[in-house]
């Protein structure tokens, strides 16, 4: 069968007591997902990563009974942005996106390339198609193609980037598709309730090494936006004291320089926002490592093992994982 069910990792060999993953276990090492990967290169890219992974988030959680009852998830949140904790964070985070990565695709009638890719592949022109297989319509998923259209503007734009985004990735990483949620805030994606989410508009970004779109470094972003603002304002009260009159005749003037700092969003109305009113809904992912098309593809076959990657995507799973779109978009 095409149909290749992969979920989160549990390996014979290695017990994460606690932690709730959803299994690879209908998954067999001798059982590659067809038209992507020959066994070699499945052992490679999942499981001899799953396992050092698992090994490493194992031996961190050692002893720790509070963590090991917590879910990959739970571990991503509340260790991902602690000095203390980040090792945790960072092997959740691989184990999550790895398994995230391949939860999705099914596989491809597509037998796999009996020579790999040489350098000539850099000289070729680009593919000006505007029809490709795999779309979403096809396997009548109408509802997710109409968000992704309603978003990125026809299908091969979003293909376009989707695949050049990761292929822009030198090394590990991650690209991702996601909905962004404004209100209600979600407290856990472990306990989401999809009928009771709604999104506003769909986006396509990269994380690398163990970055999560759970987690995203929010805190470095508004530490930086925390600094900008107090620059700004600082620029904002200087130039106000230079134009202020004895008789502050030009303190509500348009023209003054004052008035388009006044504009400005206070930095605790933008945290608000940014944070606390605002977070995204992974759909999919697409996992850059070498790891994953190395043996298969070679040096130059990473643009031929992201071509079959659309061509394997199960956009049932992905609909799935859509949630209900709101009536309006919030700029």
Known sequence: MLRNKVGLLRHRSISIRSISTRSLDKCSREKPIPGLFSVQGWQNGCFDRAD??????????????????????????????SSSK?????????LYNLDFAVSSLKGCQMDLPENKPT?????????LSLNFNNEPNVTGNTQLQDAIETSFGSMVQFRTLLLNSNLSISGDGFTWLVARIYKPKIQSMSTQVTGE??????????????????????????????????????????????TVTPSKSN?????????????????????????????????????????????????????????????????????????????????
């Open 251 to 331: 303190t509500n003037n348009n023209n003054t320089p004052s008035s388009y700092y006044n504009e400005i969003l206070s930095y605790d109305e933008v945290k608000n926002i940014a944070i606390n009113d605002t977070t995204y809904v992974p759909l999919f992912a697409i996992d850059a490592s070498p790891k994953m098309w190395l043996h298969d593809y070679g040096v130059f076959g990473k643009k031929e093992y992201l071509n079959r990657i659309w061509n394997s995507i199960d956009w049932n799973v992905v609909e799935n994982r859509l949630p209900q779109k709101y009536e309006f978009k919030y700029n």
């Open 86 to 94: 980040r090792n945790i964070g960072n092997y959740a985070s691989l």
């Open 197 to 242: 989410i709604k999104f506003d508009e769909l986006f396509v970004f990269n994380t690398y090494n163990a970055g999560s779109p759970f987690t995203m470094n929010k805190s470095n972003i508004m530490n930086n936006l925390e600094k900008e603002y107090k620059r700004l304002e600082n620029e904002r009260n200087s130039k106000e004291d230079e």
């Open 119 to 127: 350098r000539d592949v850099l000289l070729e022109n680009p593919d």
């Open 52 to 81: 050092y992974y698992s090994a490493q988030l194992t031996s961190t959680i050692k002893g720790n009974e509070v963590l090991q009852n917590k879910s990959l998830e739970e571990l991503i949140y509340e260790c991902g942005m």
